[in-house]
């Protein structure tokens, strides 16, 4: 009994530590905890197009989140923000249903193709 009550313990701890570093890499870079996210949530268990569409529902109230404080302290100016919101939500939007459509196989390349990307492109930068 006590095994199994120190099991759940580090289970739970071991899932909020996963959340509080997706969170603070998403505050630091902006939506970067999705690339922490999906490796972690397939490491625990969930599927490839699962695992993204989790990754999402984890980061939208995270980035939501973040955008106010950052919004609160003055360090966003909502005139320049919102211009990217219609076409934003637009790609959220044809992002749903290509997920729907493509093949695990591919959707592991693509996503990885984009995290070797972003990865250069931050390095150069």
């Known amino acids: 009994m006590i095994y199994l009550i120190n099991n759940n313990i580090k289970?739970?701890?071991?899932?909020?530590?996963?959340?509080v570093l997706v969170g603070t890499v998403?505050?630091?870079?902006?939506?970067?905890?999705?690339?922490?996210a999906v490796p972690l949530l397939r490491k625990l268990g969930l599927k490839g197009k699962s695992a993204h569409a989790n990754a999402i529902a984890v980061i939208v109230p995270i980035t939501i989140l973040s955008a106010a404080i950052y919004i609160?302290?003055?360090?966003?100016?909502?005139?320049?923000?919102?211009?990217?919101l219609p076409t934003g939500v637009l790609g959220a939007y044809l992002g749903?249903?290509?997920?729907?459509?493509?093949?695990?196989?591919?959707?592991?390349?693509?996503f990885g193709?984009?995290?070797?990307?972003?990865?250069?492109?931050?390095l150069l930068k």
Do not use: Q
């Open 11 to 19: 289970k739970i701890l071991k899932l909020s530590s996963f959340g």
């Open 26 to 36: 998403n505050g630091l870079f902006g939506a970067g905890g999705g690339m922490l």
């Open 72 to 84: 609160y302290k003055g360090s966003v100016d909502l005139s320049d923000a919102l211009i990217y």
């Open 96 to 110: 749903t249903i290509c997920l729907k459509k493509i093949s695990t196989v591919w959707l592991k390349r693509i």
């Open 113 to 122: 193709g984009f995290m070797v990307y972003a990865g250069i492109r931050l």
